[in-house]
C-alpha cells in the first residue's frame, strides 16, 4: 500500500491506497449511494467547537457506506444518535438519513477505517494505512478533550494515533485513559452484533456518555475558574464594617 505524501484530515474521493477495500466499493456503485470514504461528520459550529472525537470502526456497508455521514443507516446509528441526544452531544431527531437536520453539539464523529470492508472486518494494513488521516483528524481539533472509541480496533489505532503504545494503553469497556493532553474514553462497539449477544447493553452504553458528560463538565467549571478575574487586593488594615 501507497502512504499519501501529504497529511490531510480527509481521504480523496476515489481514494486508491487500500486497494481491496478500493475494489470492493467499486463493485456497490449504485448510483444514489455515497460509496467512497466517509467524511467526518462535525457540529454546524465548525471543528474549533468539537470537544469530544468519537471514533468507530469503518463505514457499514448499507449503512455509512450508502448514506455517507457515520453510523447513519444501520442499528449502531440508531443507538448511538439517540444515546447523543440524551446527554447534550447531539441536537434535533435522528432519521438514519444525511438530511435529516441532525446536528452535533461539541463533538465530531470520525472512523478508524474511512472505506467500507468486505464483512466489516479492515486488516492490518488497511487500519494502519488510513490511520494517516485519523492522526491529523485528532489534531485538527485544537480544543479537544476527550475521544471516545468504539471496540477494541477503534481504541488501538486511536491509542497509535496518539503516539502511544498499545500495550500501555489496553482497551476495557468504560475505561477513561489520559495521554497527550486529552482523555481516552473506550466502549464496546455499539453493534447489533454485540447488543444481541448482550456483550453491550444500552446501560452499559448510556453509563460510558454519562461518564464523559460529567468528565466535561468538570472541564468546563475548571476552565470558568481559570478564567475567572482575581479581586484586587485590599489596603492593608481596610475593613467593611461601618464605624460606628
Not at 127 to 153: D, E, H, Q, W
Not at 207 to 232: C, G, H, K, M, Y
Request: contains cysteine; hydrophobic residues 40%.
Amino acid at each position: 500500500m501507497t502512504a499519501p505524501l501529504v497529511a490531510s484530515p480527509e481521504p480523496d474521493r476515489d481514494c486508491p491506497l487500500c486497494p481491496r477495500l478500493h475494489d470492493f466499493i467499486a463493485q456497490w456503485r449504485e448510483p444514489s449511494w455515497f460509496n467512497a470514504p466517509v467524511p467526518t461528520f462535525l457540529p454546524p459550529e465548525g471543528e474549533d467547537a468539537v470537544r469530544l472525537l468519537i471514533v468507530g470502526l469503518a463505514p457499514g456497508l448499507r449503512g455509512a457506506n450508502r448514506t455517507g455521514r457515520p453510523f447513519t443507516g444501520d442499528y449502531a446509528g440508531d443507538l448511538l444518535y439517540n444515546t447523543l441526544i440524551a446527554h447534550g452531544f447531539a441536537r434535533g431527531q435522528f432519521k438514519a438519513r444525511p438530511d435529516d437536520g441532525l446536528e452535533l453539539v461539541g463533538t465530531a464523529i470520525t472512523n478508524a477505517v474511512r472505506c467500507v470492508p468486505p464483512d466489516n472486518k479492515p486488516v492490518g494494513a488497511e487500519i494502519a494505512t488510513c490511520r494517516t488521516f485519523l492522526v491529523p483528524t485528532i489534531a485538527r481539533f485544537k480544543n479537544l478533550r476527550a475521544v471516545l472509541a468504539l471496540g477494541s480496533i477503534a481504541h488501538q489505532s486511536t491509542v497509535r494515533a496518539l503516539g502511544q503504545r498499545v500495550a500501555a494503553y489496553p482497551f476495557k469497556h468504560g475505561g477513561q485513559q489520559q495521554t497527550n493532553g486529552v482523555t481516552l474514553f473506550s466502549s464496546y462497539h455499539c453493534s447489533r452484533y454485540n447488543t444481541n449477544t448482550g456483550v453491550l447493553t444500552e446501560e452499559m452504553f448510556v453509563n460510558v456518555f454519562r461518564d464523559i458528560a460529567a468528565f466535561l463538565e468538570s472541564w468546563i467549571r475548571a476552565e470558568a475558574q481559570t478564567a475567572r478575574p482575581i479581586s484586587p487586593a485590599r489596603p492593608e488594615g481596610h475593613s467593611d464594617r461601618h464605624r460606628r
